[in-house]
């Protein structure tokens, strides 16, 4: 499942082959075909291995957070930090391109779109505790809302050619104020 991961992080689900696979793995072609019925019973496997890959790091990243009052830049900071990434990460672009592909890909294999919905859920999860982190109020259903404007800037940025994290810390810090507003009790430590 790793290679397979890697080969559609790397190339997309036309890289994702069983021999492709294989020979990443260091396995015999034998060996995909019998672990796996079918390619996109591979696939499936490889987008729900990467799933859990990114929520796991996402879910790290929180964790670590401080509780504290956060102003809506520092908090659009924090959040596309969390959803986009850093551009001096290498290979950001592909990563990102690589997320949304298997997005688009949910409604052509039905096959996927569990294992997306899980992870679009653990993710918005994962988003809201470090909205609360930070001071501000969170309704599940408005940080879903939140991460969507997220998703629609960073990928009309990236056919554009533009800088996605620049085109979703814009849409962050417009929306922040009105989907999660400071929360004016005391901040939980």
Partial sequence: MSAAAELLEEGGFEAVRHRAVAR???LPLASTT?????????????????????VAQLRSRVNALSRRRRGPEATGELLVD??????????????LTSRYERHIACTRLPALRETM???LRQRAE????????SGRSVHIELVCTLICAVDGAVVTALVEGADP?????TTMVDLIEVLAPIDERPVRI
């Fill in 117 to 119: 919905r899980r992870s």
């Fill in 24 to 26: 990443r793995a260091g």
């Fill in 165 to 169: 994290r620049a085109a979703a810390l």
């Fill in 126 to 133: 994962a988003v809201a505790d470090a909205i609360e982190r």
């Fill in 34 to 54: 019998y672990y796996f019925s079918s390619l996109d019973d591979l696939i499936a496997k490889a987008v729900e291995h990467l799933g859990m890959i990114e």
């Fill in 82 to 95: 969390l959803l986009v990434g850093d551009l001096a990460s290498p290979g950001l672009a592909e990563q």
